[in-house]
């Protein structure tokens, strides 16, 4: 029978062995890749933002009468096209990045990491706000045009619980995202500390 008490569990705890993590050159290279890959999908999810919101205006300032609707369809489109311009600004030039002779190899996966999550810092105030407000004057759009029509405005219920949901996922997946960075960050620091 196992000898359960905290002095015998502590001295099982503490006779482990250390897990060691080697960073091979292979292993370095597949993770530029795949953080690459993810700077990439996060820069085509705010160019594809950007034009869900430019039609969503263009549908809205076409349905509206009301100028103060029209003007935050507006507003909300200059601020998708202006996101565009700021999540991609910092970027480091592709030469610069692809010269990784200048920066050993950890230093170089720190910079990829680093500029990750300068991107992913400013990829959701300037996507998902825009997305936000033109989807709520959407909702009011829709409301008037039932409203219009002698409908109920609960038919345009299924698609508010649709956005009110999206609304609540984005903010749960970025910050899961948001939190394997800061952990690939932290590897890299106990690897530099270790050597």
């Known amino acids: 029978m196992l000898d359960k008490s905290p002095a015998n569990l502590q001295t099982v705890w503490q ?22 890959a993810k700077r990439r999908r996060d ?5 594809a933002v950007a034009a869900i919101v430019l039609g969503v205006s263009v549908f809205g300032i076409g349905r509206t009468h009301s100028l103060g609707l029209q003007i935050i ?14 999540v991609k600004r910092g970027l480091r030039s592709a030469e610069l990045l692809a010269d990784s002779t200048l920066h050993t190899g950890l230093e170089y996966y720190r910079l990829q990491i680093q500029q990750n ?12 706000g825009p997305v936000i407000v033109a989807m709520c004057a959407l909702v009011v759009v829709l409301a008037g045009m039932a409203h219009h029509e002698s409908q109920p405005v609960s038919r345009i ?18 910050s899961r995202k948001h939190r394997e960075l800061r952990k690939e960050l932290e590897v890299l620091n106990t690897l530099e500390s270790a050597k």
């Open 15 to 36: 006779s482990q062995k250390n897990e060691e993590t080697r960073m091979t050159l292979e292993l370095l290279r597949q993770r530029v890749r795949e953080l690459n």
């Open 43 to 47: 820069l085509l999810t705010a160019v």
């Open 73 to 86: 369809f507006a507003l909300s489109s200059i601020w998708a096209l202006a996101g565009l311009y700021f």
């Open 117 to 128: 999550l300068a991107i992913f810092n400013r990829v959701l105030p300037w996507t998902y």
């Open 157 to 174: 219920a299924p698609f508010c619980i649709l956005f009110l949901l999206w609304m609540a996922a984005v903010p749960i997946m970025r």
